[in-house]
């Protein structure tokens, strides 16, 4: 069995989607498919016309009182068809964050409901909301891969390093490492925007690309209207033989993906106990390219600097601009902690797009990187 995440912080990226037609062409070639609709919106529910379908309990209430009542993921489904379920989401979802603030394992709750009924799947996608909060964390938790849809049309690279990030932080916190994935949406190789971006991800994400690209298409957005995936509206259209092709190249790694598992698991293991033998800022290693961005278009100068550095603001700390105002550079770094921030125009400022922060003992907050 597969857990997969669809999961971007940003809205209008083709998410929802995705879910719903992988979901639909994975049930198409009978595999058994529960897709989990963890987007308070619900639109996974109206796009698979099943918003008003009934279930014994409701998905905030299950994932709310799951280790107080023997609760059932079967009690949370709904069937849309032969092959395919669904968890419908509610609105009530959006109070789960604040409910759960300090309960036990809230960031597992998901995997926990799923352990409890998943047998009798073959896949299980997740639709996550647009942000990165308790319900995408739930998400990433309970999946062995991750898929990140891409808009070519207002791709930001920066905040992509988020999404990486917090992955590194399901890794700390559980002990594994879902697999990530990018997928191009709204592509269109006439526009020479979108062939950037194609080139951006594969420079700096290499093997994480899929093949397939979603290309912009109006019977994706008809389908969505009818309540209907892509497969069954339109089955000759361009949107559903790029979603074949994408179900196509998943499938292809079923067997790739039962190989490599145990053995990238036996490395993991071997290393985190490595670690725990000795300090990380004493770890001696090959120095890893770390790329920094921030967003800045009305900046005239960006450093970034910090303990990797001796926080000087030289040549080697300036990065440079792009068309679309965001300044990069990459730079090589042992594997270790860093406290670091970007100098903008004359101020210092923490990363925006990083959620690590450190508060040094003068009260001073700093970004925190961890190389590996």
Known sequence: MRVLSVINQKGGCGKTTTAINLSACLAHREKKVLLVD???????????????????????????NLYDEPIQLSEVVTSVDAYLDLVPSMLSLVALEQELSGAQDRERRLKDLLDRGCAAYDYILIDSPPNLGVLTINALAASSEVLIPVDTGTFSLHGMRRIFQVVDLIEE??????????????????????????????????????????????????????????????????????????????????????????????????????????????????????????SAPRARKVYVAGEFNNWRLDGAASLERDEQGVWRRTLPLQPGRYQYKYYV?????????????????NGIVNSLIKVK
């Open 38 to 64: 963890m987007d308070p919106q619900g639109h996974a529910a109206a796009g698979l016309n099943a918003t008003d379908v009934a279930v014994h309990r409701d998905l905030r209430s299950a994932l709310l």
């Open 173 to 294: 916190r559980m002990g594994r490492t879902p697999l990530v994935n990018i997928l191009l949406t709204f592509y269109d190789r006439r526009v020479r925007l979108a062939r950037t971006i194609d080139w951006q991800l594969e420079e700096h994400f290499p093997e994480k690309v899929l093949k397939t690209k979603i290309r912009t298409n109006i019977h994706l957005k008809e389908a969505a209207s009818y309540g209907l995936p892509i497969v069954r509206y339109r089955p000759n259209s361009l949107g559903s033989w790029d979603y074949q092709e994408l179900t196509d190249e998943l499938l292809a790694r079923e067997g790739e993906l039962a190989i490599e598992e145990p053995r990238e698991r036996v490395a993991r293991n071997a290393l985190r106990e490595e670690r725990q033998e000795r300090p990380e800022r004493a770890e001696e290693g090959i120095a890893r390219d770390v790329f920094f961005c921030v």
């Open 345 to 361: 125009d004359g101020q210092w400022v923490v990363d925006p797009e990083n959620p690590l922060r450190i508060v040094t003992e």
